[in-house]
T-cell receptor, first 116, second 115 residues
Framework: AQKITQTQPGMFVQEKEAVTLDCTYDTSDPSYGLFWYKQPSSGEMIFLIY??????QNATEGRYSLNFQKARKSANLVISASQLGDSAMYFCAMRGVNTNAGKSTFGDGTTLTVKP | DTEVTQTPKHLVMGMTNKKSLKCEQH?????MYWYKQKAKKPPELMFVYSYEKLSINESVPSRFSPECPNSSLLNLHLHALQPEDSALYLCASSQVGTGAYYGYTFGSGTRLTVV
């Protein structure tokens, strides 16, 4: 079984500042992938970044980086230089090697509000 | 522009109606998914198709009937829905591969209201 925990229901950040969204996970799979998705109020889920459990380096995609600490089972998303358009709900998700056909487990999400 | 197209964007239907949600992708992805999402909640998996075959049904009531006519299309047929089925229905697709993990590409969703 897999579990994702996002402990921050809501977060506020000032425009142009960095923000960290927390994600911890639990799994018995020996190999797994971790994902972050962004969901604006319009509804579409947008894939942001991926981290493999055996990747040696933390993943980065533009202003997004994933702070992966395998021993702590955490995969926090860092957004640098926040923009007003970053206001959205953010979901952490995972998939394991033993998971059937790409089924993902999602956390409850964190709502991020960027203040001007 | 999203690479997964869902139609319609909004749908209002009565409890006795029959309607269908449609999803199309042209990315060559061989896995397609239906998710149901209530407001402020994470998406809940309903069905997974892998290589056009149903591989996961998350004990979804039979009033929801999925169909995958080909590798690019995914339908969700709706019949005799209940008001509690009102939600955002998201279609997604992904590559399939062992030892590697692929993010989903989601469509913009269909906001369904059952009256």
């Amino acid at each position: 079984a897999q579990k994702i925990t996002q402990t921050q229901p809501g977060m506020f950040v000032q425009e142009k500042e960095a923000v960290t969204l927390d994600c911890t996970y639990d799994t018995s799979d020996p190999s797994y992938g971790l994902f972050w998705y962004k969901q604006p109020s319009s509804g579409e889920m947008i894939f942001l970044i991926y981290q493999g459990s055996y990747d040696q380096q933390n993943a980065t995609e533009g202003r997004y980086s994933l702070n992966f600490q395998k021993a702590r089972k955490s995969a926090n998303l860092v957004i640098s230089a926040s923009q007003l358009g970053d206001s959205a709900m953010y979901f952490c998700a995972m998939r394991g090697v033993n998971t059937n056909a790409g089924k993902s487990t999602f956390g409850d999400g964190t709502t991020l509000t960027v203040k001007p | 522009d999203t690479e997964v197209t869902q139609t319609p964007k909004h749908l209002v239907m009565g409890m006795t109606n029959k309607k269908s949600l449609k999803c199309e992708q042209h990315m060559g992805h061989r896995a397609m998914y239906w998710y149901k999402q209530k407001a402020k909640k994470p998406p809940e998996l309903m069905f997974v198709y892998s290589y056009e075959k149903l591989s996961i049904n998350e004990s979804v009531p039979s009033r929801f009937s999925p169909e995958c006519p080909n590798s690019s299309l995914l339908n969700l047929h709706l019949h005799a829905l209940q008001p509690e089925d009102s939600a955002l229905y998201l279609c997604a697709s992904s590559q399939v591969g062992t030892g590697a993990y692929y993010g989903y590409t989601f469509g913009s969703g269909t906001r369904l209201t059952v009256v």
